[in-house]
């Protein structure tokens, strides 16, 4: 009977992980998360590092959609100011560069 219960806990946790990967790789919807109540255990830590994994490139993603909603509207003086590392902060050091040189022409 417990195995049992252990394949349906993780049928049930492996149709969440697959479609929050499926919403936010494919349909790019970053905001979406994996639900992680209800799980206890490495589901719940499985749950959760997806959901970190996914924050982490939500948040610099907004500042960076931000930033090019202002350059759209001919607001060249905001720079992203956020440490980012690995390529996002190789993305955010272009990104301002790019700003800077257009804000002298």
């Known amino acids: 009977n417990s195995l049992l ?15 929050v990967v499926f919403t936010a790789a ?8 994996v639900v992680t109540a209800g799980k206890l255990g490495a589901w ?3 749950t959760v590092s997806i959901n970190d994994l996914i924050s982490s490139f939500y948040q610099p993603l907004q500042s960076i959609i ?6 759209a ?11 980012l590392s690995g ?12 700003l ?3 804000a002298v022409l």
Not at 26 to 33: F, K
Not at 73 to 83: A, C, K, M, Q
Not at 87 to 98: R, T
Request: aromatic share 0%; no cysteine.
């Open 5 to 19: 219960q252990m394949r349906e806990n993780l049928s049930g946790v492996m149709l969440d992980v697959e479609k």
């Open 26 to 33: 494919t349909l790019g919807e970053l905001s979406a998360r």
């Open 44 to 46: 719940h830590k499985l």
């Open 66 to 71: 931000t930033l090019a909603n202002l350059m």
């Open 73 to 83: 509207r001919g607001d060249l003086s905001e720079r992203l100011d956020e440490e």
């Open 87 to 98: 390529d996002l902060g190789k993305l955010s050091v272009n990104l301002n560069q790019g």
């Open 100 to 102: 800077q040189d257009l």
